[in-house]
């Protein structure tokens, strides 16, 4: 494996390090794990752009390219890639900064989901002007 540098020209949505709790009796992160913490990083800029509550209505796409390991540094990455009257579509990408021998940086799971604004009755609302 080898270093890569993650997106420059976006900040950080979200970091975090996955425990034993988070693993098989292996060392390797669960994938539903995984899967629900690109689920919450994707939920930030859907929520600022909805101005309020979103809910997941689908998972577009989502891929495993590396496995991730208990002590890994997760960053997961964030853009806003469509919206409509009331979804907004993220595209997420996630880096670990795995520190053994020597340190590296590798993108370990890419996914696109779409959320929908939903109003104080969790039904779907328009999303506000920009």
């Known amino acids: 494996m080898s270093t890569v540098l993650p997106p420059s020209d976006r900040p950080v949505t979200l970091r975090v390090m996955p425990m034993p709790a988070d693993a098989n009796i292996h060392g390797d992160v669960f ?26 209505v689908a998972v577009n796409a989502f891929t495993f390219k590396q496995p991730v390991f208990v002590g890994d540094l997760l960053s997961f990455y ?8 009331t979804s907004v579509t993220v595209s997420v990408e ?17 996914a696109t989901l779409t959320y929908v604004a939903t109003d104080e009755n969790r039904h779907s609302r328009p999303l506000p002007p920009i």
């Open 31 to 56: 994938g539903g794990w995984i899967m629900s913490q690109v689920d919450i990083a994707g939920s930030i800029p859907a929520a600022r752009r909805a101005g309020g509550r979103v809910a997941t």
């Open 94 to 110: 996630v880096y670990a900064e795995r520190q053994r021998l020597e340190a590296e940086v590798v993108k370990v799971t890419e």
């Open 78 to 85: 964030t853009e806003i890639t469509g919206t409509g009257r």
